[in-house]
């Protein structure tokens, strides 16, 4: 006596019952290349975000330091450094220099000097130079 598919439907309650163990596996498998995917583009973001938060904070340092250096400016011909570890993670080399320039008539303007501020921070390095009329 063999079983017809009928009768077989009504002793089981139907023929799927559930997933295949090779159903699952496809299924996991593809969750798995989702969440990967999403946690490669989650660390890139966080890379971004702290560079953006690098590069910042240099370029708040560097015009804080020109402001600062327009009014006490570092000794001339030598290098002010401050360092990471004392000045919130970001170093700040100041230099001061003689710069020599002739006006029109070719007579020396006196009193100039070329301020350079250089700023870094990680793998962010930032700089800025102007000129100062010191007597």
Known sequence: MTMSDRDLKKR???FTQGF?????????????????GLA???????????????R????????????????????????RVLEASKNHGVKVEESLIPWPLKNG??????????LTIKTSSGNQKDQAEILLNLP
């Open 56 to 79: 910042s904070f240099c370029r708040a340092e560097l015009e804080s330091r020109l402001a600062f250096c327009q009014a006490v400016p570092p000794p001339i011909g030598s290098t």
């Open 105 to 114: 008539q070719g007579l020396e303007v006196t009193g100039l000097k070329k």
């Open 20 to 36: 295949t163990l090779f159903e699952v596996l496809i299924a996991l498998a593809v969750f798995m290349l989702a969440v990967t």
């Open 40 to 54: 490669i583009a989650l660390n890139t973001a966080l890379q971004a975000a702290l560079e953006v938060r690098q």
């Open 12 to 14: 089981t309650g139907s």
